[in-house]
């Protein structure tokens, strides 16, 4: 009977390794080291901080809004900040739609990313630093595009300067449609 309990002993340790071998063959192997996702310029977080800034400070702003062939300016106080500056912190560089995507692009002052894929309708983002390499402007540009309308989009930010937004848009059977909006800041 002295067999037959190794036998058994021995058969558990083969069924407990085969167990074993399968549940570590099965397990997603952690990245190598140095593979980690870039984390790349916090595009939301930096408007987030000019939201909060501009409405402290309260700036009075020049405001052309051109839609088509019709054009209005007025010297006004914006009252949300976070409405009017929503289109350029809805753009985050780490989103996850845009890993692998973005090809970077750094000269002196200026750090530009590009998508390659034309599914995503992110085109570029180009962010300026100033001399102390803190970011001072963005130009940011888009496209949408599906078989009932084409949209591109431009936004250029310049801090405490002037931003821009400027759409082209095509719409299966309404046709084109342009609007620009236009703000500079008062010193």
Sequence with gaps: MSWYRTYKLICRAAAASAIAALLFSCSSTPPPAGAAKEKQFDIPHFFKEEIARLDKEDPLITKT?????????????????????????SIDLNKPVYAGVLKKDSTAGKVVFTANDPKVELSSVEIRYDKDNVPNGFVIRRTVKNSLYQTTETLNYQRDSAYSLEKEQSVLLLGDRHYTIRASFHH
Excluded: P, R
Excluded at 65 to 88: G, M, P, Q, R
């Design 65 to 89: 809004v051109e839609k088509d062939s019709l054009s209005e300016t007025k010297a006004l106080k914006i009252s949300d900040w976070n409405n009017e500056l929503a289109s350029f912190s």
